[in-house]
């Protein structure tokens, strides 16, 4: 069942403010596998909320922001954010993925930050609008997409330790190509950690992805491409950098639970409804460091995969845990293969979408 939105032309359509650039910077010749999240469209959307309320929205062309130096975006991190893609198909038609899902998201992310909620009407109004705008900047090869950045911050000037005031939301849209080009590497977390329960592991908030870039940085220097975050006391596994991670022990595939230190991936909950469709055993459960290292030694473990929206799915080839390096066998049908030509079907429409995920611009 397809998604349309077509019944939302309402009185914030009227109000919704378009100024278009006179010259577009498009270069069609170089639309396709551009370096991911790079370059960025004509326009954006953007919309502030002050006085209690928000304002009128509008689309512009992209270009710097102007901010006071005491924005407290700067000094107390109110930001959260959220990732998502337009594709095309052979028609030229724009199709979204479960784009509700991202909007119901994000103003779960602002309520955790003393943020006010985005009204759905105008994320849709906004996206959509948008969308048509920049319709030559979606890319058509496969694997390329154009990726979408809802975000908010706190853009109220005062640097007293308070919520804001005002706050800007804006979308920006930028064509890129693979997130991972490979098979990834990872090192399992035996000190950092990217969470705690209480606190705001679940939101999207921008400084959950800051605070992992040192001990990324490090295990890069390694050699490594990501962490798999384990739990405050490194114990069971969690989550594969910016993604959500999946195991394959003999033909079962499990996953951990969300919880407030796990992100609520979309891609994830789509690869567990998918695989339970595809008769396929699925757990949603704690896992233990030593479990997933006995089965990696007894030969049990098939695969490991992390999800996500920029990295769809992608599998983990290699492993490192206390100095010591685990390669993961090869297996000939992987489910992260099948995961992935199955969404990636639904998303450029090229299969019947029995979930009713896929949603026409």
Request: charged share 25%; net charge positive; aromatic share 12%.
């Amino acid at each position: 069942m397809q998604n349309t939105h077509t019944n939302m032309e309402t009185t914030i359509l009227s109000a919704l403010k378009i100024k278009k650039i006179k010259k577009s910077k498009l270069d069609k010749a170089t639309l396709n596998n551009r370096k991911f999240g790079s370059t960025f469209t004509d326009h954006l959307f953007i919309c502030t909320f002050k006085n209690g309320k928000w304002q009128k929205p509008k689309i512009k062309p992209y270009k710097p922001l102007k901010l006071e130096p005491s924005a407290r975006v700067f000094h107390y991190g109110q930001a959260v954010f959220e990732g998502m893609k337009a594709y095309k198909d052979n028609t030229d038609q724009i199709w979204l993925f479960r784009p509700d899902e991202n909007q119901l998201r994000i103003n779960a992310s602002a309520k955790r930050l003393a943020m006010p909620e985005f009204p759905k009407e105008l994320f849709f109004e906004g996206l959509e609008t948008l969308l048509k705008i920049e319709r030559d900047w979606i890319p058509t090869e496969d694997g390329n997409s154009l990726y979408i950045r809802p975000f908010m911050i706190a853009s109220g000037k005062g640097i007293f330790a308070a919520p804001s005031e005002e706050y800007t939301f804006m979308i920006i849209c930028s064509p890129s190509g693979k997130y991972y080009t490979k098979d990834v590497q990872v090192v399992i977390a035996e000190y950092y950690s990217r969470a705690a329960n209480g606190g705001v592991g679940a939101a999207k908030a921008a400084g959950n992805y800051g605070a992992q870039f040192y001990p990324t940085q490090k295990a890069i220097a390694q050699g490594y491409d990501q962490i798999i975050w384990t739990d405050s006391n490194h114990e069971y596994l969690e989550e594969a950098g910016t993604m959500n991670v999946f195991f394959r022990i003999n033909d079962t595939l499990i996953t951990a639970p969300t919880s407030e230190r796990i992100l609520d991936g979309i891609t994830r909950k789509s690869i567990i409804a998918i695989a339970k469709a595809s008769g396929i055993k699925v757990e949603v459960r704690k896992i233990k460091v030593t479990e997933i290292k006995e089965a990696v030694k007894n030969g049990t473990l098939k695969e490991m995969f992390g999800s996500g929206t920029a990295a769809v799915v992608t599998p983990i080839s290699h492993f490192s845990h206390q100095n010591t390096d685990y390669e993961i066998a090869q297996v000939k049908s992987r489910y992260s293969d099948l995961f992935k030509k199955i969404l990636t079907d639904i998303q450029y429409n090229k299969s019947e979408d029995k979930f009713g995920w896929r949603y026409k611009v």
